[in-house]
Structure formats: C-alpha cells, structure tokens
C-alpha cells in the first residue's frame, strides 16, 4: 500500500509542475502516461463556467487611502435603482455590493468597508449575482442585463427597487489589488431616472 500511495503521490506532484510549467519535456511526459491512474477515483474538477464570478477578491485598500473611484452614487426613481461610479485605475471587475436587508449575517461579509455589511446582491461588470452565504459564494441572477451604460471609465447599472434598495458599495478589483468605496445609502434621484 506504502508504494502504490508514493508512486501516485510522484505522479501527482509531476502532473502539478507539468501543469504549472516547472517541469521538463521528460516529467511532462511521465504525467501524461500516469494521469489515467492518478485521476481513478477522484471527482472531476472542471474550470468555472464563464458567467461565474471574479475570484475570491484580493486585498482590499481603504478607501481613505486611494481614490480610484469617484462621483459613486446610488439613487432610486419610480421602480428603478440606478448606481453610477467612474473608475479611474484599469480594474478587471466592476463590482457594486448591495446589503439589500441590513443584515451582515444574510449576505457576503468581505467587503472591506467600516461598520456591519453582509452583501446580498452583486453586479459584477455586466451581470448579477446573489449571495449563496457568507463567503465569497454567488450565483447568476438570470435576468437583463444590469449595465445600462459605459462611458469611458463611466459606468452606470440599473435593478429593479426590490434588488437594489438598502446600503451600497462599489468596488474595483484588478487581480492584483481591490480599493473599496465607504458606504453608500440609497436617496431618491434628482430628476427622472434616464
């Protein structure tokens, strides 16, 4: 039993490296002649679907700290809530976090922002999630599109009232480094919502 769990172990090891480019033609090789053996009996692990979130976030910066993203606000009219920010570094992911109940235990906690925050909904770019706990767990919210519009670094949402009431914030994550605006509380907007 001893040599049959080392040699899976071996191959195992050299399939990683294979797979992180650390390895030789001649590993590589030996992975690929054993990876049959070594995946028998392990579930299949497949890479995420496309509308899957961002990774788990990086480290967060606080926003007192740097200003990448300005003239943030969230407002409602009618039926609607429109969220706008512009974002001033190249981040990947565009995200708004909405605590639509107030409650940090319901939704997503790590934002990085002062006070009690438990992100229930979340634009991500051009699609919307809701929060499957605590962590960072999310699942697609089969609906339009939340991107009403971009203008250069100038990006606006629109959700339904009921997705987008409560306390809101908007953040830039680019792989590398995440920055976090303060807490948002919804007004009603000047005007009507265009």
Not at 3 to 12: K, N, V
Not at 56 to 65: G, H, K, L, Q, W
Not at 112 to 134: H, K, P, Q, Y
Not at 154 to 163: D, E, F, N
Request: include cysteine.
């Amino acid at each position: 039993m001893r040599e049959r769990t080392g040699r899976h172990l071996a191959a195992a090891i050299a399939l990683a490296l294979t797979v992180s480019g650390c390895a030789g033609a001649g590993a590589g090789a030996q992975a690929e002649a054993t990876n049959d053996a070594v995946g028998k009996g392990f579930p299949i692990v497949t890479p995420p679907a496309a509308e899957s979130p961002s990774p788990t976030p990086s480290s967060s910066v606080p926003a007192a700290t740097a200003k990448p993203i300005v003239k943030y606000s969230a407002c409602s009219s009618g039926g609607t809530v429109t969220f706008t920010a512009t974002y001033q570094d190249d981040f990947e992911f565009h995200h708004v976090f909405i605590d639509t109940d107030g409650d940090h235990r319901t939704g997503y906690t790590g934002v990085d922002v002062a006070g009690d925050f438990g992100a229930d909904i979340m634009i991500e770019n051009d699609l919307l999630f809701r929060s499957n706990g605590t962590e960072w767990s999310w699942v697609e919210v089969k609906a339009k599109s939340p991107l009403l519009s971009r203008s250069g670094d100038t990006y606006r949402w629109r959700l339904k009232a009921a997705q987008g009431r409560g306390r809101v914030v908007f953040n830039g994550d680019d792989g590398t480094t995440e920055v976090t605006t303060p807490v948002v509380t919804l007004k009603e907007c000047d005007g009507p919502a265009s």
